[in-house]
């Protein structure tokens, strides 16, 4: 027992302390053998990040397949228009003719985190009534293969949002190939 940080040995009454003498008296001790006792042999250790990053691979893959096109294959830049939306819409973005109104920047993000971002960004985006945004992905040169990992995710999400109208990619003074202007629907609308 622990009383005010000193060890208390309890004191028991003569009588008991007889009875355990008593049964003690036939008790021989062992003889020490010097053999050494092995520790319990501990199972390796799980790699959860590994079964984490799977089971997110195996996920995204079934439900969030990003589709290649020829643009995409062939490398040029890539836009998107909503069926309904003219061509013309597309011409005036990459022109520039539509500043930015609001800016998202995904850089250092995982791609769970960049999703949640990004759904998060265009839901503000139409409560404010912003109509054209721009999304920094990032052109992937402080990534592992100098490539960027969050650029066709991001595109095909930004696909995928029925408040998307449009897209493109942005001109060099806004990220060029890091980044995209997107039109989004009025708020009225």
Sequence with gaps: MNKGGKFVVPVLPPEECELFQAELDNVVP????????PSPIRPPPVPLNLFRDEHEVIHDSLHDPIRWDAETESGEETSYVRPGITRQTLRRMRRGEWGAQAELDLHGLTRP?????????LFECKRRGARCVRIIHGKGLGSKNREPV????????????????????????????????????????
Excluded: C, Y
């Design 30 to 37: 062992l003889t020490p053998h010097g053999r050494i006792l």
């Design 113 to 121: 985190e960049a999703k949640r971002e990004l759904a998060d960004f």
């Design 150 to 189: 969050l650029k066709l995710h991001v595109r095909h999400w930004l696909m995928s949002r029925d408040e998307v109208l449009a897209f493109v990619q942005a001109r060099p003074a806004d990220g060029g190939s890091g980044a995209v202007m997107v039109l989004l629907k009025s708020p009225n609308a």
